[in-house]
């Protein structure tokens, strides 16, 4: 009973930071609209989230904020996604893990799963391609695309395709 109502005041406190209104309009499309209905928790209705089960995350404050507050975000996950503790993304996210593949165009090319470490800071726009593993304590700069991987922890990552910039 105890861990219940620690889950319930987890919950109340996250829904907290975002908007009254916005909570609503985000029920309404994806309990009753549906849209997005398969994955569990609030999603940010202009958000549009492809292969839910295979979108693994924490369920921490950041993140789940991330989720429902933060729209036009495009996450295809037929490959995987793993999403580390402590994940702040904003407005226009777009992970992709997976490609068409060359030789049959209904079909899909397998590629690793989009990895992302603990404390991550994404900005406006980002694009994360297939295969991409992001380090602990990173963070992606607003517009840039992430092709390959940046696997060290504490970095600034920008621009397209996405470069070392600088160090936390």
């Not at 994806?30 to 369920?59: C, E, G, L, M, W």
């Not at 504490?154 to 600088?166: C, E, Q, Y």
Request: glycine share 10%.
């Amino acid at each position: 009973m105890k861990g219940f109502l620690l889950f319930i005041l987890r919950k109340l406190k996250i829904l907290g930071r975002i908007h009254l209104g916005l909570r609503i309009i985000n029920f309404i499309f994806q309990r009753i609209f549906r849209n997005n209905a398969r994955f569990k928790i609030p999603v940010h209705f202009t958000s549009k989230i492809n292969v839910a089960d295979k979108v693994y995350f924490h369920n921490d404050e950041n993140t789940l904020a991330s989720f429902a507050a933060n729209g036009c975000c495009y996450i295809q996950a037929y490959n995987g996604i793993h999403l580390g503790r402590d994940i702040l993304f904003a407005k226009g996210l777009n992970l992709i893990s997976a490609n068409h593949s060359k030789n049959h165009l209904s079909g899909w090319d397998d590629e690793a799963p989009i990895f992302i470490g603990d404390d991550v800071w994404i900005g406006v726009d980002v694009t994360i391609l297939p295969g991409v593993k992001i380090g602990n304590n990173c963070i992606i700069g607003a517009g840039s695309v992430v092709t390959k991987s940046f696997k060290d922890e504490n970095l600034v990552i920008a621009g397209n395709p996405a470069t070392i910039i600088g160090k936390k």
